[in-house]
């Protein structure tokens, strides 16, 4: 699924990947060199007010972009990396959109577009002349009676969202080729043609996002706003520390739960455990509509949150099925002396990544 392709054009050379996350921005630069692509250059700019002041966000779950303040983050990130190229492919987070399984009896091609069309009025709280739509079909069933239906994902973005994003980018100096919502790049670049069926857990610092892939495409998504953030303030109020120093214990102790630790996990645990509940709500939900659908064989961590030590055992416990934590870089070239910091930057980086395999 491509969407937004009003906005595609053809690319050569070097193309910029970049995510406007809640509190930071990440972007990579990415070349190709034979067949394999190149990171070049990246760059990961972070809103540290944003982590002893929580109403300080580039943009919150609420569908509101704060541009000129992610204006102003993105030209400085431009300013700091000096990459070779201005062409931009970007993402649109997960809540920014609007999805929903429409269940269709089969029909032919035109008249199956004419009937997402009249559904997505009746389902989208939005007029349709405010909103950019696509969908794709993905799955089928049939019923008690024998008839057939189609499953078809449909998903819709504000149109002004897209114009706030053309902005940033047109006052950084940005030529921004294409948009796509981030459960696009993040199933592209983590699953592929994969026919595993999977959740990719996206923990960010605002929001987790949670997705379903089998066969390689989108079948379900979902959103909480239990995140990273959630883990450091349940520390700051617990040990009565400014937010910063709990940011710091987080990343430092993690949660693996054994001598000095032990009381930083029994205090982060239950954050963990509403987003691990939320997953496993996600996946009620998608057999629930998706009946006779696969079981889920395993999970992929991602977004900053997926960094926390001891994070990938925890969730395998409790999910009862192997999980692992992205690793993009795999499918990149990139500099020998990145390798050091190649386990942390993975999951950060995995959706900008995967927006420049468009």
Same mark, same amino acid.
């Given at each position: 699924m491509k969407l937004f392709n009003f906005l595609s054009k053809p690319q050569d050379g070097s193309v910029l990947g970049l995510d406007i996350g809640t509190t %930071?921005?990440?972007? &990579? +630069?990415?070349?190709?060199?034979?067949q394999t692509p190149e990171l070049v250059n990246y760059g990961i700019l972070e809103t540290k007010g944003s982590v002893s002041r929580t109403n300080t966000a580039l943009q919150t779950s609420g569908l509101k972009l704060f541009e000129k303040e992610a204006g102003e983050f993105l030209k400085a990130l431009i300013?700091?990396? !000096? #990459?070779?190229?201005?062409? *931009?492919?970007? %993402?649109?987070?997960?809540f920014s959109a609007f999805t929903t399984v429409l269940s269709l009896p089969a029909m032919g091609q035109t008249d199956l577009q004419k009937?997402? *069309?009249? !559904? *997505?009025? !009746? &389902?989208?709280? %939005? @007029?349709l002349a +405010?909103? *950019?739509?696509?969908? %794709?079909?993905v799955g089928e069933y049939k019923d008690a009676k024998g008839f057939t239906y189609f499953q078809v994902l449909l998903i819709s973005v504000p149109n002004t969202e897209i114009r706030k994003y053309q902005g940033i980018c047109a006052a950084a100096g940005l030529n921004l080729q294409s948009l796509e919502v981030e459960s696009i790049s993040l199933t592209r670049m983590l699953v592929g043609s994969d026919p595993t069926p999977t959740f990719i857990v996206d923990i960010g610092n605002r929001s987790t996002g949670i997705i379903v892939a089998t066969e390689g495409s989108i079948k379900f998504t979902a959103q909480t706003d239990f995140s990273g953030s959630s883990l450091t303030q349940a520390l700051a109020s617990s040990l009565n520390i400014n937010s910063l120093r709990a940011e710091e214990l987080k990343k430092e102790r993690g949660v693996l739960g054994t001598g @000095?630790?032990?009381e930083l996990s029994t205090i982060m645990l239950p954050f963990l455990d509403a987003i691990i509940s939320e997953v496993k709500r996600t996946d009620f939900t998608y057999h629930s509509q998706f009946t006779g659908a696969p079981k889920i064989e395993r999970a992929i961590l991602t977004g900053g949150g997926a960094n926390l030590l001891g994070i990938q055992k925890y969730f395998e416990a409790q999910l009862g099925i192997p999980v692992v934590k992205a690793a993009p870089l795999l499918k990149f070239r990139y500099p020998a002396l990145? +390798? #050091?910091?190649? #386990?942390?930057l993975n999951p950060s980086l995995a959706n900008s990544l995967g927006l420049t395999l468009r």
């Open positions: %930071s921005i990440k972007m &990579v +630069e990415i070349g190709k060199k034979g300013d700091r990396m !000096q #990459p070779r190229t201005r062409n *931009a492919i970007a %993402s649109l987070p997960l009937a997402v *069309a009249f !559904q *997505a009025r !009746q &389902v989208i709280p %939005s @007029p +405010e909103v *950019a739509l696509d969908w %794709s079909k @000095p630790n032990y990145l +390798e #050091p910091l190649v #386990p942390e």
